[in-house]
């Protein structure tokens, strides 16, 4: 006999990020008390997702279609490309930037340890789209960590391989951060990399 | 145009309890790049489980069959039947203890002025098993809220009024529960109800 359905929810719902048995099981009491149009609604549009959502062959970020939206958009600049390492650091710069270029975005980045090199991060694609001529800045904006860093320093050497300008997001003090607060090591590369003030 | 699916499925994620936006995006992402099976299968059960979980006839929490798997199980003692609010007190009340009595599960409790009164919590239904003799003890697990007290009481009347002995769960400090951080209104129920030390 196979586990009562209402177990076997509590444990499918665990796949979740940060979901543990105890989360699971008030979302299972949640769903099936007060949600049930809710939940058939996830049911539907998750097995539609998972099935349905690949990857844009131009960018590498989540889409429905062979193209992404972004992609596929005439208007927007291709001379500008933003390496991103996930769809969610794509959706943050699309949000908070006026950013109008285009992204390839990495599904990761480079960890040798973990067995991801620039095969796993689609650079053959890339340093494809940057032979292309269209692109004149490829924007890095990996993160901030030692293997964002190590990832970034491998995309400018591909750029400048191109005769593309590689460019990286400014680092230093976050806006409105108490200089008490903020932690040595950006501190110091802010004191270090401070710049002249001009009128 | 309808909505792209990555924020269909964003949006449906949004009905579990305590996810918000950016919580929904995560697991979106989290899901599609590495839950993919994870996501099919939760899809798949909380399709089934909508569905098909049903309330027991006899005790009124979940269940897929019209018995639930307690109610259906003949060598719970019957002549005790344990009052729960929802069915996550009554898996509380089956996991930390040795009970092996019946349940009856209200769904709910007393909240006049949300509409729920007796007929919303299955009591007529109540008051038919404590009405069939079988039962001798009504054990009121009802939470120790204002609502959960109003409920108790009821509940008490409901099984003075056909002869079955109701009972409360105790009240006064949790076990391992430093006095000094105990809040003031237990503090002053332990301490008006103390029990004598015996040897």
Known sequence: MSAPLLEQLIDALRVLPGVGQKTAQRMAYHLLERE?????????TLAEAVERIGHCAQCRDFSETELCPTCANGSRER???????SPADRLAIENATGYRGVYFVLQGRLSPLDGIGPRELGLEQLEQRLAEAEV?????ATSATVEGEATAHYLAQLARARQ??????AQGLPL?????????????HAFGTRSEVRD
Chains 1, 2 share one sequence.
């Open 164 to 169: 593309v300008r590689p460019s990286r997001l």
């Open 136 to 140: 004149q800045e490829l924007i890095i």
């Open 36 to 44: 049930r149009e809710g939940g058939k609604r996830l049911a539907g």
């Open 176 to 188: 409105g951060g108490e200089l008490e607060y903020v932690d040595r090591g950006t501190l110091s």
């Open 79 to 85: 001379s500008q490309l933003c390496v991103v390492e």
